[in-house]
């Protein structure tokens, strides 16, 4: 049986004064820049008090912060005005298949459901399976969000394309996907449904390539705030998945 160890680690949190935020738009720039600087683990903005509260487990020079505006002369970084120290407990290493157990047990069990619900009597319909499939999926991981979907839409809203603009969209995707969940369970307007999900997946999954593509460290929001799950290939295969299965099942019906 494999023993993880886990260690202590120090994380740095120090505020800058940063100038030239003047709406959202420009705070979601600034958070992109300071999050694409090595070392850094985490960033909090403040566009009214214009300030940055920036997380690191090393220090990171002023200069550095500078370095990384330098194409954006509208922002500028000023020196720290403010910062804390604290120790946390560093999470044990994990293999692949202990970070990902949830998402894949929950697929098995949507599987085999969708599976034995869609044969009778020898005969298995492949457009019944998918059904189930997406309403199980679906169901399943609106069901995560909802236990706290406050802390899933701030997840979401780091990376998705339309949730970093409009926030909202975040509270309002896991309502769509509880909507969709039980739209594909009664069979209820499938190909509106199917034409829903292949767009708003598509959308979603370019947030997710985008993410995963830069390697930012960033957590995967498809369970919510209940898993820590990081942000890796599954997420896109999961979307991918959902994207193939509404595409065909629109051509066969």
């Known amino acids: ?41 985490a960033v909090s903005l403040d566009l009214e008090a214009g300030t940055a509260a920036i997380s690191m487990s ?11 505006f330098r194409d954006y002369p509208r922002y500028q970084i000023s020196e720290i005005i403010h910062h804390r120290e604290e120790v946390t407990e560093q999470a044990p290493d994990r ?6 157990k949830p998402v894949i047990i929950i697929f098995i069990y949507i599987t085999a459901v969708s599976v034995l619900v869609s044969t009778e009597q020898e005969h298995f319909s492949l457009l019944k399976a998918m059904r189930i499939f997406m ?3 679906f169901l399943t991981f609106s069901f995560f969000k909802m236990l706290d979907l406050q802390g899933f839409a701030e997840s979401y809203r780091m990376y998705d394309l339309i949730a970093r603009r409009y926030p909202v969209w975040g509270y309002m995707y896991a309502v769509l996907e509880l909507v969709l969940g039980i739209s594909f369970a ?16 598509s959308v979603s999954i370019a947030g997710v390539l985008r993410s995963v593509l830069n390697k930012h460290a960033i ?19 999961e979307d991918a998945l959902m994207i193939l299965m509404s595409a065909l099942m629109l051509f066969l019906m």
């Open 219 to 237: 957590k995967c929001a498809c369970l919510g705030s209940v898993f820590n799950l990081p942000m890796s290939t599954l997420t896109i295969f």
């Open 135 to 137: 309403s199980g999926f």
């Open 58 to 68: 090393a220090h990171i020079a002023t200069e550095t912060f500078k370095d990384a």
């Open 95 to 100: 293999s692949w298949f202990q970070t990902y």
């Open 1 to 41: 049986m494999p023993v993880f160890l886990c260690h202590k680690k120090l994380i740095m949190t120090h505020t800058y004064q940063i100038s030239g935020m003047t709406c959202t738009g420009c705070r979601d720039k600034v958070e992109k820049i300071l999050n694409g600087i090595p070392g850094v683990s």
């Open 186 to 201: 009664v069979n209820f307007l499938p190909v509106v449904s199917n034409w829903v999900t292949l767009a708003v997946l």
